[in-house]
């Protein structure tokens, strides 16, 4: 028997108990930093059959070794989900109201678990594979940040997680070389002044046409300072200040997000922004404060691991399994793990035919041929990383 039919037989065999083990974890999804119940049922269905698994002190997240010896490589899985209300009509649908696992983060655990029974059903794998069950990925800051000061990734030679991506047919895996995500932070503006009467603009400052100044002009402003080719997307969100219309206020915030791709753009950023709003603020009078709140780095794959897992991929799941995937201005906190160490995001293909959907959407969810081909494209891939 090859490898690969060797990997397929044992997937088919744990396959109905890790679809249902998804479709558990998303009827009972928890928001980041809350997740017990879905630790509970890792920790569960991998002590059941024998995987080393141990919880984290606080019972939010999990940690668990299949085979052994230095020779060690990593999987990390996400387990929070978003404060969505879920429309879907499905047997599975969300008893939690006004939670939902909106952006496959119930898949990424499931197959995680899938992936370590395979694995644990082998009798060599070639060394180590630690798998991160970690807590949090949608926070600001994330779950990875905490693991990371943990060194939960302490002695792994690399480490590779994925991600459902619904514009990819289940059987197929997105690989990019380089930047797939981006760093996004999140900023709020605390603008004040004396206030007056809207019919005398010119005796105090008008903090309402300051706001308008920054929130129009502050993009451009940064974005003149650095390489035109660089991505970058500052945007706001949300103004909050005034009680009355005709009440000039002497608060306002603004609040948004600073997204994109390059490291030290990414460093720089938080005083560039101060420059520039004090640049843009001070000639009115205005005083402001700005919190700077630091998300994740840009994601940027290994290209060792990317060439390895795309061997293996392919000798798994069939020729001409990988397809290219794009760059994108989302974040991805799994960064955090790839400052210290080699590794890849993958975008695993979950799209349903004939319905568009997205990430973060009520209507979100998967096809579930997708966890099949995840559990098949992850011991694959983890077992070529092994042994390359």
């Known amino acids: 028997m090859t490898r690969a039919s060797q990997i397929a037989d044992l997937t088919r065999h744990v396959l109905p108990e890790i679809i249902e083990l998804r479709r558990a974890i998303h009827r009972h999804p928890e928001l980041g930093w809350e997740e017990v119940e879905t630790t509970k049922r890792v920790v569960a269905a991998l002590g059941a059959a024998g995987v080393e698994v141990w919880a984290r002190d606080s019972g939010i997240g999990a940690v668990a070794d299949v085979g052994s010896g230095a020779n060690a490589v990593g999987f990390r899985a996400d387990l929070d989900a978003l404060p969505i209300s879920e429309m879907n009509e499905v047997a599975y649908r969300s008893q939690v109201e006004g939670v939902m696992h909106a952006c496959g983060h119930d898949v990424h655990t499931a197959i995680g678990v899938g992936i ?9 794998i070639g060394g180590r594979v630690r798998f991160v069950f970690q807590p949090a990925e949608e926070k600001i800051p994330g779950g990875a940040t905490e ?66 100044r920054v929130i129009s002009e502050l993009p451009n402003v940064i974005k003149s300072t650095i390489d035109p080719r660089e991505p970058l997307a500052l945007v706001f969100g949300s103004v909050r200040g005034g009680s009355a219309d005709n ?12 997204r994109m791709f390059d490291h030290d753009l990414w460093r720089d950023m938080p005083k560039m922004i101060e420059k520039a709003v004090g640049d843009l603020v001070h000639p009115s009078g205005a005083r402001f404060e700005l919190d700077y709140f630091r998300g994740s780095p840009p994601t940027v794959n290994d290209e060792q691991v990317i060439h390895t897992v795309r061997t293996a991929i392919n000798e798994v799941l069939g020729p001409d399994a990988d397809v290219e995937t794009h760059q994108s201005l989302g974040s991805e906190d799994f960064a955090w793990f790839l400052e210290d160490i080699p590794g890849a995001l993958l975008r695993l293909g979950s799209g349903i035919t004939g319905r568009t959907v997205d990430l973060h959407s009520a209507t979100f ?6 966890i099949e081909a995840g559990i098949v494209a992850g011991v694959g891939a983890l077992l070529g990383l092994l042994n390359n």
């Not at 370590?116 to 060599?124: C, T």
């Not at 009440?247 to 600073?258: F, H, K, M, N, Q």
């Open 116 to 124: 370590a029974l395979v694995l644990n059903q082998m009798d060599d």
């Open 147 to 212: 693991l990371r000061a943990e060194r939960v990734h302490e002695g792994l030679r690399c480490i590779i997680g994925f991600h459902v991506d619904p514009t990819i047919e289940p059987g197929k895996v997105g690989l990019r070389i380089g930047g797939i995500t981006g760093a996004s932070d999140r900023l709020r503006i605390h603008l004040s002044g004396p206030g007056g009467h809207t019919s005398r603009p010119h005796q105090t400052v008008d903090l309402v046409a300051v706001a308008g």
């Open 247 to 258: 009440v000039i206020p002497t608060e306002l915030v603004l609040g948004g997000t600073a």
């Open 365 to 370: 969810d998967i096809d579930e041929a997708a």
